[in-house]
């Protein structure tokens, strides 16, 4: 979380050889980190069918959003 804003603080110019319509702005907004959707619902049934993994899985994902939200980044769940 700490590299987002060392590696894309706001105000930064843009260098983008495949968006060139960006190139030279300047990043503004808010920090997202796009997170892919199994992590919400994971389909691997060796997780899936043991109630402990489920849990652990629930208790790290908490822990990560907490850790998200205390850096101020947003995480936003998107399909792969």
Same mark, same amino acid.
């Given at each position: 979380?700490?590299?987002?804003?060392?590696?894309?603080?706001?105000?930064?110019k843009?260098?983008?050889? *495949?968006?060139p /319509? +960006?190139?030279?702005? #300047?990043? &503004?907004?808010?920090?997202?980190?796009?997170?892919?959707?199994?992590? =919400?619902?994971?389909?691997?049934?060796?997780?899936?069918?043991?109630?402990? *993994?489920?849990? /652990? +899985?629930?208790?790290? #994902?908490? &822990?990560?959003?907490?850790?998200?939200?205390?850096?101020?980044?947003? =995480?936003?769940?998107?399909?792969?």
């Amino acid at each position: 979380m700490k590299e987002i804003d060392l590696k894309y603080p706001k105000g930064k110019k843009i260098h983008s050889i *495949k968006y060139p /319509e +960006l190139e030279g702005q #300047r990043l &503004r907004g808010d920090a997202v980190l796009e997170v892919p959707a199994e992590n =919400l619902q994971p389909t691997d049934p060796s997780i899936t069918s043991e109630p402990k *993994k489920m849990k /652990e +899985l629930d208790d790290r #994902r908490a &822990r990560f959003e907490q850790i998200a939200a205390d850096a101020g980044v947003e =995480l936003r769940y998107t399909a792969e």
